[in-house]
């Protein structure tokens, strides 16, 4: 209950920052058709008419939207949870295998979900309905053999397993035109998703847990029939809304970004050249409301010989700040269509890719030894009955929800996020966590190792939501279809990994798996800092050392985080950037505003040459 009403104030809350956001910075969303240059008048565009418009889908867009960014994800998550809930308790104390026999075949289980995942890369939707429907059988199978028949449990508990089905609801969401022409929204959107898994791994620890204890391994059996059935209809809706209606339209139709279409040149929203602003002049110069324009405490001192246009401009910037923060920000007008339309571009995959799907793997590896050790450990070291280890899983699993969409969803999780942990120092941040609580669960104090090995779980579902929005982030929708599984192929690769040895490495020494899994994490988060901190000052010395960036455009890119920076020197190296960020293209208007900043700055100079004297 306290995770769903977090989630639901975390993410209103994320729309309430939404709004604020886009109505504050209306210097980022422009209401011009991309078609059309934009000139230093465009600055005054009015703050209403930058808000991401709902209204401006139709109804088969938004259930689309919502098919693959809750309803998926959620009963993914409730589907691939609940067999841990059964499945190594019914093992151990129905059929009384020892624990080398139940790793052996809750790694088979995870190396379903591989399956699933690698066969995703090349029919998405295929595989994601063919391992559903495996899953919905397999769990017949275990109520109908559950007690008598030993394989047919087993073999129905491990069909489960293909009903590993995220990397397709993710690919869905990527392809979304409503929302793939926009970079900050596919990113909110990426973590929404996310959280739908959390929320529904934690109804599954919850229902499973309750259920099994009132009506057994059937109930719970009973439950996954029922979940998986609602994830094959989701999918069959989906399917159907996306046959009928397959073109959804750009979720804010005013946003240049919205009209970049894959194979559209992104030069189109060059900053207008002369003849653009002869034209455009005349009909967006009044964007300011004549009552303002005429109020004494607003109006800039006059320009004479300036024209109307910096009449009016002049008057906006003398209320909303400097001529050159205005500059300035208009230079995120220039930058925002080459990050947008990095989502629709044919770019590939590229080596920093690679290294992040490896990075969901060694995330995984820590958690995965937990829940292959966990209940062995707890119950020999510290001699508690699988009751309350049951009950401690399930409550770190909710703690790590709650923690997770909290950080990234809510409006001070978000600011605290960007001012102190911007990427990717979330990523270092989540795998140093991680790290340091698998070496906190080695100290034989019972209590110590609870809060140990509730943080470690809440910084594995928060690094599970950050390093699914980056991958999303600074990967396009055609080289996702290929990343997006593979990311999943490498966590349940690991998982399978952990499972075999975990048990194996816990006969050798107790704590051995988690300094085994607490030592991989660290060298990887070594490499891994290494690899991006090369990686960001290359892109800084490349975008610098380029002579034919417009200054404002370069500073800009400088204050970037590392997922923003990736996509826009990727852009850069396409040759996407020739355009409105080049000094040659800077329109007449932007000319004349510096001109201004500079008889300013000659003035007050002036003026304290002249004080100094007297």
């Known amino acids: 209950?306290?995770?769903?009403?977090?989630?639901?104030?975390?993410?209103?809350?994320?729309?309430?920052?939404?709004?604020?956001?886009?109505?504050?910075?209306?210097?980022?969303?422009?209401?011009?058709?991309?078609?059309q240059s934009l000139t230093a008048s465009d600055i005054v565009a009015d703050d209403a008419t930058n808000d991401i418009k709902d209204d401006a889908l139709t109804f088969a867009d938004k259930a689309k939207m919502f098919l693959c960014i809750y309803s998926l994800p959620y009963f993914y998550g409730a589907i691939t949870t609940l067999p841990f809930v059964y499945f190594v308790i019914h093992l151990r104390f129905t059929f009384n295998?020892?624990?080398?026999?139940?790793?052996?075949?809750?790694?088979?289980?995870?190396?379903?979900?591989?399956?699933?995942?690698?066969?995703?890369?090349?029919?998405?939707?295929?595989?994601?309905?063919?391992?559903?429907?495996?899953?919905?059988?397999?769990?017949?199978?275990?109520?109908?053999?559950?007690?008598?028949?030993?394989?047919?449990?087993?073999?129905?508990?491990?069909?489960?397993?293909?009903?590993?089905?995220?990397?397709?609801?993710?690919?869905?969401?990527?392809?979304?035109?409503?929302?793939?022409?926009?970079?900050?929204?596919?990113?909110?959107?990426?973590?929404?998703?996310?959280?739908?898994?959390?929320?529904?791994?934690?109804?599954?620890?919850?229902?499973?847990?309750?259920?099994?204890?009132?009506?057994?391994?059937?109930?719970?059996?009973?439950?996954?029939?029922?979940?998986?059935?609602?994830?094959?209809?989701?999918?069959?809706?989906?399917?159907?809304?996306?046959?009928?209606?397959?073109?959804?339209?750009?979720?804010?139709?005013?946003?240049?970004?919205?009209?970049?279409?894959?194979?559209?040149?992104?030069?189109?929203?060059?900053?207008?050249?002369?003849?653009?602003?002869?034209?455009?002049?005349?009909?967006?110069?009044?964007?300011?409301?004549?009552?303002?324009?005429?109020?004494?405490?607003?109006?800039?001192?006059?320009?004479?010989?300036?024209?109307?246009?910096?009449?009016?401009?002049?008057?906006?910037?003398?209320?909303?700040?400097?001529?050159?923060?205005?500059?300035?920000?208009?230079?995120?007008?220039?930058?925002?269509?080459?990050?947008?339309?990095?989502?629709?571009?044919?770019?590939?995959?590229?080596?920093?890719?690679?290294?992040?799907?490896?990075?969901?793997?060694?995330?995984?590896?820590?958690?995965?030894?937990?829940?292959?050790?966990?209940?062995?450990?707890?119950?020999?070291?510290?001699?508690?009955?699988?009751?309350?280890?049951?009950?401690?899983?399930?409550?770190?699993?909710?703690?790590?929800?709650?923690f997770s969409i909290f950080v990234t969803l809510s409006k001070r999780g978000q600011s605290f996020l960007k001012t102190y942990f911007p990427s990717p120092y979330n990523i270092f941040a989540a795998l140093g966590g991680v790290a340091v609580c698998a070496y906190i669960v080695t100290i034989p104090v019972f209590p110590v190792y609870v809060a140990g090995l509730m943080c470690l779980m809440a910084f594995n579902d928060f690094g599970s939501v950050v390093l699914n929005d980056i991958n999303g982030t600074i990967t396009s929708s055609k080289a996702y279809g290929t990343i997006g599984p593979l990311g999943q192929v490498a966590r349940r690769g690991f998982d399978v990994v952990t499972a075999i040895t975990g048990p194996v490495l816990f006969g050798v020494y107790a704590r051995l798996p988690y300094l085994v899994a607490g030592s991989i994490t660290v060298l990887w988060l070594v490499i891994l800092a290494v690899v991006i901190k090369r990686r960001m000052d290359k892109s800084d010395e490349k975008i610098s050392g380029d002579n034919s960036m417009r200054g404002s455009v370069v500073e800009e890119f400088k204050r970037m985080s590392f997922a923003k920076k990736e996509v826009m020197k990727r852009q850069h190296k396409k040759g996407m950037l020739i355009g409105s960020t080049m000094k040659s293209t800077i329109p007449e208007g932007i000319e004349e505003l510096e001109e201004i900043e500079e008889e300013e700055s000659e003035e007050e100079t002036k003026e304290e040459i002249e004080s100094s004297d007297v």
């Not at 309430?16 to 504050?24: A, S, T």
């Not at 295998?97 to 690698?118: E, H, P, R, S």
């Not at 109020?295 to 009449?311: I, V």
Request: charged share 15%; net charge negative; glycine share 10%.
């Open 97 to 402: 295998l020892d624990w080398v026999d139940i790793g052996g075949y809750v790694a088979c289980y995870q190396a379903a979900g591989v399956t699933t995942n690698f066969f995703t890369i090349f029919i998405p939707k295929t595989t994601h309905f063919v391992g559903t429907s495996l899953g919905l059988i397999g769990s017949i199978v275990v109520v109908v053999k559950s007690n008598d028949d030993k394989m047919a449990f087993i073999l129905g508990t491990i069909a489960v397993g293909f009903s590993e089905s995220f990397s397709s609801a993710q690919l869905l969401l990527k392809n979304l035109s409503c929302v793939n022409k926009d970079i900050e929204l596919m990113s909110r959107k990426l973590k929404i998703q996310y959280a739908s898994v959390l929320l529904g791994m934690t109804s599954a620890y919850f229902l499973g847990g309750t259920i099994y204890d009132a009506y057994g391994i059937n109930g719970v059996a009973t439950v996954l029939i029922i979940v998986s059935a609602f994830e094959l209809l989701s999918l069959l809706l989906y399917v159907l809304l996306d046959k009928f209606f397959p073109d959804a339209p750009a979720l804010d139709k005013k946003s240049p970004s919205a009209n970049v279409d894959n194979g559209d040149d992104v030069n189109s929203h060059n900053l207008g050249t002369d003849d653009n602003v002869q034209k455009q002049g005349s009909t967006k110069e009044m964007d300011i409301d004549e009552s303002e324009a005429q109020d004494p405490t607003t109006q800039a001192p006059p320009r004479g010989g300036r024209g109307s246009m910096f009449g009016r401009a002049s008057v906006f910037m003398f209320k909303r700040g400097s001529v050159m923060d205005r500059i300035f920000q208009f230079g995120s007008n220039e930058i925002r269509p080459a990050l947008d339309s990095f989502g629709t571009s044919d770019i590939g995959a590229n080596f920093i890719n690679y290294v992040f799907v490896i990075t969901s793997g060694v995330q995984c590896v820590t958690i995965g030894f937990s829940y292959a050790i966990t209940p062995i450990f707890m119950v020999e070291e510290f001699g508690i009955s699988t009751t309350v280890v049951g009950i401690i899983l399930a409550a770190g699993g909710t703690g790590g929800s709650i």
């Open 1 to 35: 209950g306290i995770t769903y009403l977090v989630t639901a104030v975390s993410i209103k809350g994320d729309e309430l920052f939404e709004q604020e956001y886009f109505h504050n910075n209306n210097n980022i969303r422009m209401s011009k058709p991309a078609d």
